[in-house]
């Protein structure tokens, strides 16, 4: 048997083909796959290009493989991509069960290794994806970088642009949150940061997010300001996992797994602390990522061809191969 796992994203577009054993058949990287900024033929030339170079490297046709999962950004986002992306993936694939899910589900399938539970990533934006025993799936957060993704890398920075105004403004009392945006900023005059707003991130949910390391040094200065917005950023999170859980049907009394991934978890401690203290308050049991998206991809495309067992093995392959 042969899988197709493809994690695609904004940024990139992560494929990778292996046998059952977990004997990896190619693994590669393209630009990123989304719809909304590609357009119909964008995205059928891009993903036909990737296709055909992982099908070459194996040495394989399209026929050949087993099932393919592809988690791709965007899916069910934008309208009618429910219905064009299996016609566009049909004809780069003739003759493979395909399945099409939204990027936040091959997350999940890699870092609860395709088992019950819930994942949270908040990098630049923050979404949750759980599934339980039954197989019920529920999807929480995920919205806007600009309006919504609440615990993300793009919401603590908004939370530290607020923070900079009003304490720029005499509003609250200035602190190492002024004085690490300034300094970060190259700030002569504070109004010059309006500037930079409308004319700069406004156009680039990077640098948005980008600020979020500034609120980070402030956190580490011991600022009260900035600590308390990632004690705030730790809860958002958690509301995420109790929509899911409210909706889907995890055995009572006992604790759902919970794994987590994205940039704002490289702040360390001063997220890891408050969200600890949330996760264990909610009676959520903290998991580590097991596997990466696109082993998760992976995972997802053999369900239901191979047991638990089988799939933890050649995963476990396949990731030594990575």
């Known amino acids: 048997m042969i899988f197709l796992g493809c994690d695609g994203g904004s940024t990139k577009t992560e494929w990778l083909l292996a046998d059952e054993t977990g004997r990896v058949l190619s693994h590669r990287t393209f630009a990123g796959c989304n719809y909304a ?16 170079a992982l099908l070459d490297d194996g040495k394989i046709t399209a026929d050949q493989v087993t099932s393919a999962m592809l988690s791709l950004t965007v899916y069910g986002e934008v309208p009618g991509t429910e219905e064009s992306f299996p016609r566009i993936l049909g004809e780069i694939l003739p003759g493979c069960p395909i399945q ?4 936040s589900v091959a997350g999940w399938g890699g870092s609860l290794a395709g088992r019950p539970g819930i994942n949270i990533v908040a990098g630049t934006g923050s979404v949750a994806y759980g599934e339980d025993q039954a197989g019920n799936a529920c999807r929480v957060g995920g919205w806007s970088l600009f309006f919504a993704d609440e615990g993300s890398c793009s ?8 923070e900079f105004v009003k304490q720029a403004d005499g509003r609250h009392p200035r602190s190492a949150v002024y004085e690490e945006l300034r300094r970060e900023m ?8 309006s500037g930079y707003l409308q004319t700069e991130i406004r156009q680039n949910s990077a640098l948005l997010a980008k600020l979020q390391l500034v609120a980070l040094r402030a956190a580490q200065q011991g600022d009260p300001a900035a600590q308390d ?3 705030r950023a730790a809860e958002e999170l958690t509301e995420t996992a109790d929509a899911i859980r409210r909706q889907l049907d995890f055995p009572a009394g006992e604790p759902v797994p919970v794994s987590y991934s994205g940039g704002l978890f490289r702040a360390g401690e001063t997220i890891m602390v408050p969200f600890r203290a949330c996760m264990e308050r909610a009676g959520y049991t903290l998991v580590q990522p097991k596997y990466s998206p696109v082993l998760g991809a992976l995972i997802l495309a053999a369900r239901g061809h191979l047991s638990l067992a089988e799939s933890d093995a050649m995963a476990d392959r396949a990731a030594a191969q990575l």
């Not at 995205?43 to 055909?52: C, E, I, K, P, Y």
């Not at 099409?100 to 990027?103: L, Q």
């Not at 190259?186 to 940061?193: C, I």
């Open 37 to 52: 900024f590609l357009g119909e033929e964008g995205f059928r030339d891009l993903m036909a290009s990737s296709v055909q």
């Open 229 to 231: 917005i990632y004690r």
């Open 186 to 193: 190259g700030l002569t005059h504070d109004l010059y940061f």
């Open 155 to 162: 919401w603590v920075a908004r939370q530290l642009i607020t």
């Open 100 to 103: 099409i899910a939204n990027d």
